[in-house]
């Protein structure tokens, strides 16, 4: 598939909960495209949406007590493409997924659009050792003979590199380290050659130099495969490293987005750039110093504010802010933000700060 | 900022009193229980000949992987477990063997704050109930004064009056740290071990409590010992900074000039897979290879041995020795410490 053109359109998205309380929108009118061979980040504290954002996707919210607005869009454009003996039940062109039926989504999930999660003990089934486990997806989504499914699971555990992937194969998910188990489930979510991958956190939970073992492995793959990822982290030096956009959230809705090096450098919501400015630098310059903060909490989102979300935390608020909400709009330098008073001056701050 | 009343700083180091804590070979051994009679078929060598000094007022880190037993460490230094095996002096005094009757009047010098502060603390008892019972139980002031204390005290943790009456299930994340910050300050303690205290919280949540702990350590005084996994915290909070594998210290070194003078290749590879944060200055990860050796059975020689980048035919038979490099740095590796003998002369 030729890189740049969309893969994914997000247009309008909520994604609202029933509750106790009444009903809360845990994500609010989010529009974004996301290319092919593109990698987006989605970036925020916790309960700003970024998962419910991931999830919605997905279609794995619990229909029970939640659901998508009828503005919703989410469009995979389906082109065509070969693929390792897929079985395509999906008719080319544009399938809209926000209100799709259940079959629609069968074949979608996984096979189009995989996910990996932060904990792989959590989606990786205990009782079924790892090679029944990709075995399933690929019986699946594939028409590949069972001997070429053995070759293809055999083959994807070499690609995370797991060392004697036809012995592993037999092993249970307990028997693997933490590192292990992850790169287990991107085997498992990059089986079928999906053109999305959703990676909701995926390294928040490793040690550091696990964590560079998978960044490290998603950027080979990504490079080989062509794969468009969305990630979603709140680690701000994963996202310099890899993104090539941002997305920024915040009480569920995108506050700004851009080019990574413009997220970086010009920031123009407050929040993006107190949020950069908080996070310690490496260096003697800043060493002891107290860090920049973010003073309150993030609003509840059962009681949120009238106007803008983030006025009550904001040292640019101005009155006008608490009456009514500013639009995502185009800023100083061009690129949507959700503020009235957007900075329009680069962030001075000192490249890297290695010594 | 000044203190609040009530809390008073702990006296000023004079240049030639003992270190506050002294570590001497320090081990700690957990028996892995199993059979039919449940005994103990092996041991979990969590904490293996460790060694260290904190000197009044200084903030030490303790950095490494899960499991390289660096929170075995903390808890080990204010007698929260037992020692299978060394030597803790605190001020001078060995406190390896005290009894618990013994310990009562040190357990007031020295606190713990935990990472999970909901876990360790009582969820039936408010704020003030939680406060309290720590002040009264050591007596730390009389009774008369004592809601005027927990008032002071709740005031300079930046929560609000009103958190008094309320439940720790209340209060958000970083609230709840406050609280656990709080508790630990209430006896007046001079030495704090912090494991992980910042490391469930959101960024900026993270540096407000970073900022509290900072003011209050200079404030008062504090000596602390910070556990954490995330070198970039450390590197910014601490003076010196001990880096653990495997449960061995491999090096320590001072925090400032973290990056140039960094000589152990555990040290090095877990600064180069730290992502850093600005998209102009990308470079490929340090990334490791190997697999860690079980704590069950450690290898004779270096424990990094089966990842290391450097490693030597003597790194896998005898543990390298501890040298000193230059003020405040020592490092346990032979590759640093000897001059590397040139593959084709082996």
Not at chain 1, 342 to 348: D, G, Q
Not at chain 2, 235 to 257: A, K, Q, S, W
Request: charged letters at 25%; glycine letters at 8%; a positive charge.
């Amino acid at each position: 598939m030729p890189a740049g053109e969309p893969v994914l359109s997000v247009r309008g998205l909520s994604a609202c909960f029933r509750t106790d309380l009444g009903v809360v929108t845990a994500v609010d009118d989010v529009s974004f495209d996301l290319s092919a061979g593109e990698t987006l980040a989605i970036v925020g504290e916790s309960g700003c949406g970024k998962t419910v954002t991931s999830k919605s996707i997905m279609r794995l919210l619990p229909e029970r007590n939640s659901f998508l607005s009828d503005q919703s869009r989410i469009i995979y454009h389906n082109r065509p493409r070969r693929r390792a003996a897929a079985k395509d039940r999906l008719p080319p062109g544009e399938i809209e997924l926000a209100h799709a039926d259940a079959p629609t989504m069968h074949h979608v999930r996984g096979a189009r659009i995989a996910m990996i999660f932060q904990e792989p003990m959590t989606s990786l089934n205990p009782v079924f050792t790892i090679g029944w486990q990709l075995d399933e997806a690929l019986k699946y989504h594939t028409d590949l003979s069972r001997r070429g499914r053995r070759r293809r699971a055999v083959e994807m555990l070499r690609l995370v590199e797991i060392a004697n992937p036809e012995q592993r194969i037999h092993e249970y998910p307990h028997q693997l380290s933490g590192g292990m188990r992850q790169r287990v489930m991107i085997a498992l979510a990059l089986c079928c050659e999906p053109d999305v991958l959703i990676a909701d956190e995926p390294t928040t939970a490793l040690d550091v130099t696990i964590q560079a073992q998978i960044l490290d492995l998603m950027a080979g793959l990504k490079a080989r495969l062509g794969t468009a990822i969305m990630f979603i982290t709140h680690n701000l030096g994963v996202v310099a490293q890899f993104a090539d956009r941002v997305l920024v959230m915040y009480a569920g809705r995108v506050i700004e987005s851009g080019p990574v090096r413009d997220i970086f450098h010009r920031p123009q919501h407050p929040y993006t750039r107190a949020l950069l400015d908080s996070i310690p630098r490496a260096g003697n310059r800043h060493r002891g110093r107290p860090l920049a903060t973010i003073e309150g909490i993030v609003p509840s989102l059962l009681n949120l504010p009238g106007g803008c979300k983030f006025a009550d935390r904001c040292p640019r608020r101005r009155e006008n802010c608490v009456e009514r909400e500013p639009a995502l709009e185009p800023g100083p330098d061009g690129r949507p933000v959700r503020c009235y008073y957007p900075h329009h001056e680069p962030r001075v701050a000192e490249p890297g700060g290695r010594t | 900022m000044s203190a609040a009343p009530g809390i008073q700083p702990a006296p000023a180091p004079t240049p030639n009193s003992p270190p506050l804590l002294d570590v001497r070979d320090l081990v700690k051994h957990f028996p892995v229980r199993g059979g039919v009679l449940n005994t103990a078929q092996a041991k979990v060598h969590a904490v293996n000949g460790v060694s260290l000094e904190v000197r009044r007022g200084e903030v030490v880190g303790v950095v490494g992987e899960s499991g390289c037993g660096k929170s075995t460490l903390g808890k080990l230094v204010i007698r929260l477990i037992e020692p299978t095996r060394g030597t803790l002096l605190y001020a001078g005094r060995d406190i390896t063997r005290l009894s618990h009757s013994e310990l009562m009047p040190l357990r007031r010098r020295m606190q713990i704050i935990f990472q999970d502060p909901y876990s360790s603390l009582n969820p039936r008892l408010t704020v003030a109930g939680l406060l309290k019972e720590a002040v009264r139980f050591h007596r730390v002031v009389p009774e008369r004064e004592l809601d005027g204390y927990i008032d002071a005290l709740i005031a300079r943790v930046g929560l609000r009056t009103e958190s008094k009456g309320k439940f720790p299930h209340e209060f958000s994340g970083g609230q709840r740290q406050r609280i656990g910050i709080a508790r630990a300050l209430a006896v007046r303690p001079e030495f704090l071990v912090a494991d992980e205290p910042v490391s469930a919280l959101d960024v900026s949540i993270q540096a407000q409590v970073l900022n509290l702990m900072m003011e209050l350590k200079a404030e008062l005084g504090l000596t602390l010992l910070f556990i954490s996994h995330d070198l970039k915290v450390v590197e910014h909070f601490c003076d010196r900074v001990l880096v653990m594998y495997l449960g061995h210290i491999v090096e320590t070194l001072p925090c400032e000039n973290l990056h140039a003078r960094a000589r152990h290749p555990y040290t090095r590879a877990l600064l180069g897979a730290n992502p850093v944060d600005d998209p102009d200055d990308r470079r490929p990860l340090t990334v490791l290879r190997g697999e860690v050796p079980s704590p069950l059975n450690p290898p004779p020689g270096c424990p990094f041995v089966t990842r290391c980048p450097l490693a030597m035919e003597v790194c896998r038979e005898k543990m390298p020795p501890t040298e000193s490099h230059g003020p405040g740095q020592a490092v346990a590796c032979w590759a640093v410490n000897e001059p590397v003998v040139p593959a084709s002369s082996r």
